[in-house]
């Protein structure tokens, strides 16, 4: 073990690429999208509207994302555009399968840093 100014400095585990905001919106958008989009294949005829569903879950995820990363978590526009526009692309995916299971995964570790980052500031003070 090292010194308890050294131990706070280091994290085993990385803060998540994205806020937890962001994650659970991803979640949230990809499950209300998902009922839509099993109902839209449910017909002939609304298999017509499944491109559309898809690029406005995907606009949705996109803004949702992109406006928590600049006005929670801080991003600059540049970082927040393009994190937005990467789980907007993982949201799109047709179905509750890619956007809930990497929004679980990123919550998770965010919530994982967060019991770190507690245990880390127990030990040191």
């Known amino acids: 073990m090292g010194h308890p100014s050294t131990l706070n400095q280091q994290a085993i585990i990385p803060p998540p690429p994205v806020h937890p ?13 998902g009922m839509v989009e099993i109902a839209a294949t449910l017909s002939i ?5 499944l491109l559309p569903l898809i690029l406005t879950c995907g606009a949705v995820c ?3 994302v992109t406006l ?3 006005y929670v978590a801080h991003d600059n526009w540049r970082e927040s555009i393009a994190k937005g526009f ?15 299971s990497v929004g679980v995964i990123l919550l998770g570790w965010a919530g994982i840093h967060g019991f770190e980052k507690k245990i880390r500031n127990l030990l040191t003070s």
């Open 21 to 33: 905001l962001s994650s659970l919106a991803t979640i949230a958008i990809d499950l209300i999208w």
């Open 62 to 64: 996109f803004i949702a």
């Open 86 to 100: 990467v789980m907007g692309i993982i949201a799109a995916v047709p179905y509750s399968v890619a956007g809930t």
């Open 68 to 70: 928590v990363q600049h």
């Open 45 to 49: 005829a609304a298999l017509l509207a």
